[in-house]
């Protein structure tokens, strides 16, 4: 097997700037693809990008606040302009609303959290499925939770929103099934030392659970399998 096995591939992730998002860009990049970083923090892309470079590998940054309502769409215009296609998109990029009871859930935290974890996902998928289907052998990876499919007490915002996104992807592999060679998967990365998991949960240890890099790998290794679209799993630590 090649040691670049996605060389001359254009990879596009979602929240790259830390965390799961970050680690998968910088896997993609040793494995040859070149990684359109995106998220918020420009400064904090940078750094990925200045860590891909110094291990070889090639990325340009795309900072887009993915709430922004024609954000997304400048974005892929500007990938069409500059690659004509999109070999992998990793829809990683979530926010999570306050932990607290249905009856107490603040509209516009909720609000938010729907356009960033449901919305803006449509959007995504809009915009850059003509670049998807010029790939040739495009795949799409959206991340999960397992809330969304197993609700829990305090979490129904953004249980409620990861269940949206996950119905939007299946069915979106249903609908290029047969007439595009688009594959998709939803991958539920599991316990994961993240930002968002010490918000979760502030009194865990973060050595208690898996580094990004755990599920950064797994995503790579999924990635050059020929899975089936609708493909589900998650990620454990062996």
Same mark, same amino acid.
């Given at each position: 097997m090649s040691a670049k096995p996605f060389e001359g591939q254009v990879a596009l992730v979602t929240g790259s700037s830390r965390g799961i998002g970050a680690a998968t860009a910088l896997a993609l990049a040793e494995a040859g693809a070149h990684v359109v970083l995106t998220g918020r923090d420009t400064k904090a892309l940078e750094g990925i990008e200045e860590q891909?470079?110094?291990?070889g590998g090639s990325a340009t940054i795309a900072p887009v606040d993915l709430v922004e309502p024609d954000g $997304?769409?400048?974005?892929?215009?500007?990938?069409?302009q500059r690659w004509g296609k999109l070999d992998i998109l990793v829809i990683?990029?979530? $926010?999570?609303?306050?932990?607290?009871?249905?009856a107490d859930i603040d509209q516009k935290a909720f609000n938010k959290g729907l356009t960033t974890n449901v919305l803006a996902t449509q959007a995504l998928i809009a915009n850059f499925d003509p670049l998807l289907r010029k790939s040739g052998n495009?795949?799409?990876?959206?991340?999960?939770?397992?809330?969304?499919?197993?609700?829990?007490?305090?979490?129904?915002?953004?249980?409620?929103?990861?269940?949206?996104f996950e119905v939007l992807l299946d069915?979106?592999?249903?609908?290029?099934?047969?007439?595009?060679?688009?594959?998709?998967?939803?991958?539920n990365p599991g316990s994961t030392r993240t930002a968002?998991?010490?918000?979760?949960?502030p009194g865990e240890a973060p050595e208690s659970v898996k580094p990004p890099e755990v599920v950064a790998q797994r995503l790579v290794a999924l990635l050059g399998e020929p899975?089936?679209?609708?493909?589900?799993e998650t990620v454990n630590q062996s």
């Open positions: 891909i470079f110094q291990a $997304i769409a400048r974005l892929a215009s500007a990938v069409s990683n990029a979530a $926010i999570l609303p306050e932990l607290t009871s249905v495009a795949r799409v990876i959206g991340m999960t939770s397992t809330v969304a499919t197993k609700p829990r007490a305090y979490w129904g915002a953004y249980a409620a929103t990861k269940a949206a069915c979106y592999a249903q609908e290029v099934a047969n007439i595009a060679k688009v594959r998709v998967a939803v991958v968002m998991r010490a918000r979760a949960y899975f089936a679209t609708g493909h589900r």
